[in-house]
């Protein structure tokens, strides 16, 4: 649905004149030639003593001097078979025209003040001369009988075969025809085809424009001198070489923050810490240092050789977190050994100095 769609009930002004109705359905295109009741901005009544079923689109055409204005198309929304006022409820859904809203939103403006139909003399221009003209000429020629030239802007008469044409209500009698206006006679004579169901227009070749007088040029001005622009010789700077970057030290590896450690007692050194990923770190004495590290079996256990002092005594602390289950310290021949028996099976052992990553 289009912006045709109004939430509220625009104000109706009566309108009875043929109306040509197809149905877009499936099948063979049928024209119902039925008369209209009144006319709003947002859709039209038609009085037909045979409503059609609500929710069927129709393709609507006015009708005038025996030609067809394919103008808009709409949706039936209500219907009443009443025997006094039969017929059914349109509302506009899409117009078939660029300015086909142009001539329903005239049409129920000067019905509703009461104003005049008729074609005011022609004072545009022929640039003017279009759908504003012919606008003026369907209204005049639709509510005033239409005479001959009046829908020149049209598609030609309706060759559909008698029995195509449906008739559901008399069409009213034509009134006396209204003489063309200089609009009319300013018509081309071969008007342009349209599809009563698209509204598919075919295009109409225009009058080329008239061509605009020349002007002449003017005189050219006489440029002022130019004055030389002094040009200062630039300064250029040598450019600064800046000092030479040293190369930083590779870092060691990221030492994830201890997860627990033990002091130890005097020997070649004074902590072990370790992390829950298996990094173990021993910090040597003063004058000791780590002179190996390996992994020993049954049970999983890593030994580490320091040289420097040994300790008095046999040193033991179990432990229970998941990583290490117990830390012993003792004496060996030119120093201490640091025993750590590990809670799970471990492969290798890498060594980062002081750091011993076990996997």
Known sequence: ???????????RV????AVRVVPIVDGPPRAYRVLSGNLSRSGIFLATPAPFAEGTKVALSLEAGGRVLPFAQGEVIWGRGEATSPGVGVKFTEYLHP?????????VGTIEKGGSLELAPYTEGPSRLGWTAAIALVITGVLAGGGTGVWWWAQQPDEQPADAVIELAPPPPAPAAVAPGPEAAAAPSAP???DEV??????????PPAAAPVMPEPAPAKAAPVEPM??????????????????????????????HEVQLPRSGASAVSWTAD?????????????????LLKSPVRLVIDLSGSSPEKSFNRDLSDGVVQRVRLGTRPGGSRLVIDLAADAKSVVRYGDLFAVH
């Open 1 to 11: 649905m289009t912006d045709l769609a109004l939430t509220q009930r625009d104000q």
């Open 230 to 259: 002094k040009v200062e010789a630039l300064k250029v700077e040598a450019p600064k070489v800046a000092a030479p970057v040293e190369p930083k030290p590779k870092a060691a590896p990221a030492v994830k923050p201890t997860g």
């Open 14 to 17: 009566p309108f009875a004149r």
């Open 192 to 194: 342009a085809p349209i």
């Open 278 to 294: 298996r990094r173990f770190t021993v910090r040597p004495s003063a004058g000791a240092h780590v002179e190996k590290a390996f």
């Open 99 to 107: 300015r086909a809203r142009e001539m329903v939103d005239y049409l």
């Open 198 to 207: 698209t509204g598919t227009a075919a295009p109409v070749e225009l009058a």
